[in-house]
């Protein structure tokens, strides 16, 4: 490809796909005002039944569309049925988590089916190329253009002019009202998941095969991008995901041209960034839409803490600091100094998402900025770990900071979303800046830990290490939390335009909670960094921000004691029960699908 | 009580009903006579609304019974009530701002599907509304308060109910409006629909209600003849929430 055609038609063939991915989303925030994460899976789902029909069973193209439309549908049918519509009158972080969840457990699922390594998905057409003014074009691109066309007309017909249509359009409206016309929501909820599920699969099948290759890691850019779309389009506007996916395509198709390739993913991001700061409604939103979300309060499931008494705490963190004088395996320290490390992500994030309630989907990225300073820190300027490791806190608090204040003024699901763009940025930052980060392939030979020149390198001397940086951080916090900083950040996660009427400044007490959040998150970044000795642009993933999330709500969000107990927890049962390293993202899924369905509040109950 | 001698069509019997710890109705009962127009009184915070929501399913009562038609309407979902003849003109109109006043008023028949029919009632919508017809094709939203109290008025019409709950159906409208949708209840009402309505303007209610019950802090405290209350001066009390004795 050479030609400005060929990257338009490009950027307007993969807008296409997007768009197939977006409008589901659209369909379903709108109905439920809920962000559908496991959209994504469900692209995934569609992209290997594709597979299956096309080189197990030869389907021929007709044939395997409709067949991944179906059995995509049949997902997403059993998705909204058992997955979201128990928790129809659970708080509104319930069903958010609820749909990333269910897409941790499908996309396991796929890949202990299918294997992680990549497939073929040949695509069945012959494989010649028309000119088309100064650019060419494929027949699969005019599949591609053909599905999406046919999708929208038929989504429009059925919209305007079907009677499931007009229930679809009047429940987005106005829930209630509808009901009182007797409108069955639960069979809108159905509608929409099966459409959405039926467009998510066959863009799967259509990406699989437009790259002829297919791998489980499509599902979360799916879902990535399908929210970016839906984003920039106005959450919930049918017609404006389309249009923001086809801008998406282009935009990323013209950053390709202009950057490279390794560019595609940070447009598509810094796009959503700057959407959500400047136009949080969309691009198409008129002025007479509500804010997005008027969602205070109810979005932390309220309870009563569990009280454990000072003595009990005392006892148990002095058990575990004597634990190495006792002849324990060096596999049982391991796992514990995992735990620790978690746990210190967890406190940090318990108190972002819990106590300030600003859900961060991209937590993982401030672990990343602590690794990678402290690891430059002690390589480049060769400062001392410890301090190194300081300084990668610091730089993770400043830097994590300013970099989500842009978002300070979005509330409820928005901010989950601007949390994990920011954390994709971050990630996507690392991989391009080769002359800071050393780009793909990442820092080697980063310095182990050491504490006023002596190396802990002995597994028992790691274990106090990390285990007292952590008790400090939770006393730290612990004090925070009763403080009168810590009851005006949950005045603020109660009621935010309450707070502000009290004289509460929301960005001021934001970047605080963020500042102290992203230290803590840093010094686990940084601790980690010389404990692996080599970290890349994926070490620290959004796998890792999901796990953080889950130890917190397991814990009780908000609660410094749970969050810990949360890291051992998911650490460690894993390792009791010699739970194969395959299974053991499946198993948090299922835990978290298990706590927001039978324990919103946690373990331990929220603060 | 009222004078009904025939089985009421709607009646709610010794209702308690919580918002968690807050109690908001206390041994509510109400009965609505066939044919009749009843209306519920209450300043801000009585219950009134939370009676609506009752009556169509939306909050469900800890105890007590709601009956229509002889019939409980407890455990039913609110798409099955409407369905057994209960149309509702909520609070605030609560149209479909992004849809047509056509496709507005089509939704009041979702439960319907007699398409000719439909199409006469809509017809017959536009004669009772007439200045809807020029604005069947604009967007709901865009019109002004009274206009959209037709459409909420009509929506609720076309799925032929026996009997509309209307939640404050003159609130936030100019007075020429007010005395419009008083006219058109009263005409409604004489096609034999039966009418619940929720009001805080007692005096306008009470001049088209055929009955009227006074409810404080969740408990009815006066009931009657709608006659009979107009000139009662424990109205004026209920109503400025004085007489916590009344």
Redesign the interface.
């Known amino acids: 490809m050479s030609s400005w055609l060929d990257y338009t038609i490009n950027g307007l063939i993969v807008g296409n796909v997007y768009a197939l991915v977006a409008v589901g989303l659209a369909l379903i925030f709108g109905v439920s005002r809920l962000i559908n994460f496991a959209q994504g899976s469900i692209y995934l789902v569609g992209a290997y039944i594709g597979w299956v029909a096309v080189v197990q069973l030869h389907t021929p193209l007709p044939l395997t569309i409709i067949v991944v439309a179906v059995a995509a549908a049949i997902v997403g049918l059993i998705i909204e049925r058992f997955g979201l519509r128990p928790l129809q009158n659970s708080v509104r972080i319930a069903p958010l988590l609820a749909t990333i969840g269910i897409s941790f457990v499908l996309d396991q699922l796929v890949m202990l089916t299918f294997s992680p390594n990549p497939r073929a998905l040949p695509s069945q057409l012959p494989d010649v190329r028309f000119q088309v003014g100064g650019g060419t074009i494929g027949p699969l691109d005019l599949l591609i253009a053909g599905v999406g066309l046919t999708s929208a007309l038929l989504l429009f017909v059925f919209l305007r002019y079907s ?1 499931l249509g ?2 679809v ?2 429940t987005a ?2 829930r ?10 639960n069979r809108v909820n159905q509608a929409v998941f099966g459409i959405a599920a039926a467009l998510g699969g066959v863009s799967g099948m259509l990406v699989g095969m437009y790259y002829n290759q297919i791998d489980t890691a499509m599902s979360l850019q799916a879902t990535l991008k399908g929210v970016v779309a839906e984003v920039v389009g106005g959450a919930g506007n049918v017609p404006g995901a389309v249009i923001g996916s086809l801008l998406l395509g282009l935009v990323e198709s013209y950053g390709v041209a202009v950057f490279g390739t390794s560019y595609r993913n940070l447009f598509a991001f810094l796009l959503l960034v700057v959407v959500l700061v400047l136009r949080p409604n969309g691009l198409f939103a008129s002025a ?1 839409q509500a804010p997005p979300e008027p969602l205070t309060g109810t979005f932390i499931a309220p309870s009563r803490p569990v009280r454990i008494p000072r003595w009990a705490l005392a006892v148990a963190a002095g058990g575990f600091a004597v634990l190495p004088l006792f002849p324990v395996s060096f596999y049982v320290l391991q796992t514990l100094i995992n735990a620790w490390l978690l746990g210190m992500l967890a406190l940090s994030l318990t108190l972002v998402a819990g106590t300030i309630g600003q859900v961060s989907l991209g937590h993982a990225a401030l672990l990343a900025i602590g690794a990678y300073s402290s690891a430059l820190l002690s390589l480049t300027f060769s400062v001392p770990v410890g301090l190194a490791i300081i300084g990668g806190g610091l730089m993770s608090a400043a830097l994590g900071t300013a970099l989500i204040s842009p978002s300070f003024r979005l509330r409820g699901h928005y901010v989950s979303i601007a949390t994990l763009a920011i954390g994709e940025i971050v990630s996507l930052v690392i991989l391009n800046w080769e002359s800071v980060t050393r780009g793909p392939i990442g820092i080697s030979g980063i310095p182990p830990l050491s504490l006023f020149g002596y190396d802990l390198i002995s597994p028992t001397s790691i274990y106090w290490f990390s285990f007292a940086v952590m008790v400090v951080l939770a006393l730290l916090q612990g004090r925070l939390l009763t403080s009168h900083l810590g009851r005006s950040f949950r005045a603020i996660r109660d009621d935010d335009i309450a707070a502000r009427a009290y004289g509460l400044s929301l960005n001021r007490y934001k970047s605080l909670a963020f500042i102290f959040g992203g230290f803590a998150a840093g010094i686990s970044g940084g601790i980690a960094a010389h404990l692996y000795s080599y970290i890349n642009h994926e070490t620290f993933n959004t796998q890792q921000s999901i796990l953080a999330l889950t130890v917190v709500i397991l814990g009780g969000l908000g609660n410094v004691v749970g969050a810990i107990v949360g890291s051992v927890a998911l650490v460690g049962l894993p390792e009791l029960f010699r739970i194969a390293a395959e299974y053991r993202i499946l198993i948090y899924g299922i835990v978290l699908l298990l706590l927001v369905r039978f324990r919103p509040q946690g373990l331990l109950g929220t603060i | 009580m009222t004078n009904a001698s025939a089985e009421p069509l709607l009646a709610l019997t010794g209702v308690n009903t919580f918002y968690g710890q807050a109690q908001v109705h206390f041994d509510l009962s109400i009965s609505v006579t066939r044919g009749h127009i009843v209306c519920l009184l209450g300043g801000n915070a009585s219950g009134k609304s939370t009676t609506m929501k009752i009556i169509l399913g939306l909050v469900k009562p800890r105890s007590g019974e709601v009956s229509f038609d002889g019939a409980s309407l407890l455990g039913l979902s609110t798409p099955q009530i409407v369905r057994r003849g209960i149309a509702s003109v909520p609070e605030a109109r609560r149209l479909f701002a992004d849809m047509s006043v056509r496709e507005n008023i089509l939704m009041g028949a979702f439960v319907r599907n007699d398409r000719e029919a439909i199409a006469q009632d809509l017809d017959k919508m536009l004669t009772l509304f007439p200045k809807l017809g020029q604005r069947l094709s604009q967007r709901a939203g865009s019109l002004s308060g009274g206009e959209q109290q037709m459409v909420a008025m009509a929506r609720a019409l076309m799925s032929r109910p026996r009997m509309i709950v209307m939640d404050e159906p003159t609130m936030g409208l100019s007075p020429l409006y007010v005395d419009r949708v008083l006219e058109l209840i009263r005409t409604i009402n004489q096609e034999g629909v039966s009418v619940f309505m929720v009001e805080q303007n007692a005096s306008l209610a009470l001049e088209i209600a055929h009955e009227a019950y006074v409810l404080q802090t969740g408990k009815i405290v006066l009931s009657g003849p709608a006659r009979a209350l107009k000139d009662d001066p424990r109205i004026r009390d209920a109503y400025l929430g004085g007489s916590e004795a009344a």
């Open positions: 009677k007009w229930a359009r009047a409206q106005d209630d009202a509808a009901m009182q016309m007797g409108v069955d929501v007479r």
